[in-house]
């Protein structure tokens, strides 16, 4: 009886315990959802409003109509972009990944962990050069300078490297008796097993992209290569203390694309993220 009892409190601790970390990490949103449909005089208002005393959609009719909030265009920009970095990180980091994980070659090991190390360097020490690069190549103010510096992602090919060497080399031995050199083995045995790896590492890189700030703010200058991060800031410069409501709006309207990817989703990012922590190799 006492341990049942004990068990019974346990399992409500552990309900207990999430349910105030899901309120926690909710409140935010919650609190700028709620204030994105209040007027300017009700989101200033002391002590602060959680639930609007009349909800209005004035200010998401501001944001979606007013001629220098182009939101519309920085999230095609941003989605353009993401998409575009996503998909040249796994061109570039799948087969990376792959030799490092079942080729033999000297230094291997010795070129993997220098690669690691580079993980710690801070993306600010490589921030000048990139954009001297980026200028040298008149990629400055294009989607060239969106997406393809930093296409060679350390942490995708390590990523990939942790699951590829958890797939059984026998099925490769397989494909071998059948002719199959190392191009065949990757495209046909190694890639089909791979796509909830994949799929997390895109979603991963994607949203990581999409919510980038520091660099596109320093490599765009024009209104038609502004991504949503940027001109949301632009927003907050501009309106700081004018219209509130506005700026909450835009960032709801902005979060939403987020929210779809992640609930369509879902379940490969856990799946993926389950087995490429298994090996542990």
Not at 6 to 35: C, D, K, N
Not at 186 to 198: D, E, G, K, M, Q
Not at 214 to 228: C, D, G
Request: glycine content about 6%; some cysteine; hydrophobic content about 50%.
């Amino acid at each position: 009886m006492n341990f049942r009892n004990s068990s019974l409190y346990r399992y409500w601790g552990v309900y207990l315990l999430i349910a105030v970390l899901s309120a926690v990490v909710l409140f935010p949103l919650v609190i700028t959802v709620s204030q994105s449909f209040m007027t300017n005089q009700e989101v200033n208002r002391w002590p602060p409003q959680i639930i609007p005393t009349l909800p209005t959609i004035e200010s998401y009719n501001t944001v979606l109509t007013q001629q220098d909030i182009r939101l519309d265009m920085w999230l095609r920009n941003s989605l353009l972009a993401a998409t575009g970095y996503t998909l040249a990180v796994l061109v570039i980091c799948t087969p990376a990944a792959y030799a490092f994980a079942r080729l033999r070659f000297p230094g291997n090991k010795i070129l993997f962990a220098i690669l690691l190390v580079t993980i710690m360097i801070p993306g600010q020490v490589t921030l000048i050069p990139n954009y001297m690069l980026m200028r040298d190549l008149q990629w400055l103010d294009t989607f060239n300078a969106l997406i393809f510096p930093g296409a060679a992602n350390v942490f995708g090919v390590f990523l990939l490297r942790q699951f590829f060497m958890q797939i059984p080399q026998e099925l490769e031995e397989a494909a071998v008796l059948d002719g199959a050199g190392y191009f065949g083995r990757f495209w046909h045995v190694i890639l089909p097993l791979s796509t909830n790896a994949l799929a997390a590492l895109a979603i991963f890189v994607f949203l990581g992209h999409y919510n980038d700030l520091f660099w596109p703010i320093i490599v765009t200058s024009s209104l038609e290569t502004r991504t949503l991060p940027v001109g949301l800031s632009i927003i907050q410069s501009s309106y700081a203390g004018q219209y509130r409501p506005m700026i909450l709006a835009g960032v709801v309207l902005s979060t939403l694309p987020i929210l779809i990817v992640y609930s369509i989703f879902q379940r490969r990012i856990i799946q993926g993220v389950t087995l490429t922590g298994m090996g542990g190799r």
